[in-house]
C-alpha cells in the first residue's frame, strides 16, 4: 500500500542513524524545499492480515527487527485464568467454589469458536476477537460479591451475561446473533 511504501522509503533512505542523511521527501506544494530527514527510530506493530489489515510486503519487514509472538496455548489460557478465577471463588459458597476451572473453560471455548468460526470481513471488520476479550469475560465475573452469586445456576446466569456482553454485542446481524445463542447453548 502507498502509505507503506512511504515509510519503507524514509527508513530506507531518510533516517541514516549517523546522522548523515541520503535522503527524505520533496514537499509536495513547494516542490523547490526538500525535507531531510534525520534520527528517526520507528517502532511498530501488526497483527495478522485479513479483515481489512493487509499483508506486509518483504520489502519493507526486511528494515526491521521482527520479533514473533505466539498466541497463547489452550492450556495455558486455563492456567492462568482458572488461577485468577479459583482464588477469587474461594470466599464464595461451596457449591460455586468448585466452578473456577468450568467457566474457564466454556469461556475459553465460546472465545476459540466466535475467533474462528466469525471472521472479519469488509462489513464486519470489528469481527476481531482477541484474549483482552477473554479476559473481560473473566474480570465481569470477578466484580461479583459473595451475597450475589451463591448458586450454580447463579453462575451460569453470570457467565452467559458477560460472555454475550464482551461477544454478542458485537454481533451486527440477526443470523449471527443466533449463532452465538447456539454457541452458548452447546457450551
Given at each position: 500500500s502507498p502509505p507503506l511504501e512511504l515509510l519503507r522509503q524514509m527508513l530506507q533512505r531518510g533516517a541514516i542513524p549517523s546522522g548523515e542523511s541520503e535522503g527524505g521527501f520533496f514537499d509536495r506544494k513547494k516542490k523547490d524545499l526538500y525535507k531531510d530527514i534525520r534520527d528517526v527510530v520507528c517502532v511498530t506493530c501488526c497483527g495478522p492480515p485479513g479483515g481489512g489489515k493487509h499483508e506486509?510486503?518483504?520489502?519493507?519487514?526486511?528494515?526491521f527487527h521482527c520479533l514473533v509472538i505466539p498466541q497463547?496455548?489452550?492450556?495455558s489460557m486455563s492456567s492462568i485464568f482458572t488461577s485468577i478465577l479459583s482464588g477469587f471463588l474461594a470466599t464464595?459458597?461451596?457449591e460455586v467454589k468448585g466452578l473456577g476451572l468450568k467457566v474457564v473453560n466454556a469461556t475459553i471455548e465460546?472465545?476459540?469458536r466466535i475467533s474462528t468460526e466469525m471472521l472479519p470481513t469488509p462489513l464486519k471488520i470489528h469481527y476481531t476477537f482477541n484474549l483482552r476479550d477473554l479476559s473481560k469475560v473473566i474480570q465481569g465475573i470477578l466484580m461479583l460479591s459473595p451475597d450475589h452469586l451463591t448458586t450454580v445456576e447463579d453462575m451460569a446466569r453470570v457467565f452467559c451475561h458477560e460472555a454475550s456482553r464482551v461477544f454478542h454485542d458485537r454481533l451486527i446481524n440477526e443470523e449471527d446473533r443466533l449463532w452465538w445463542w447456539k454457541c452458548v447453548g452447546e457450551t
Open positions: 506486509m510486503t518483504q520489502r519493507l519487514t526486511t528494515l497463547l496455548s489452550v492450556d464464595f459458597s461451596n465460546v472465545f476459540q
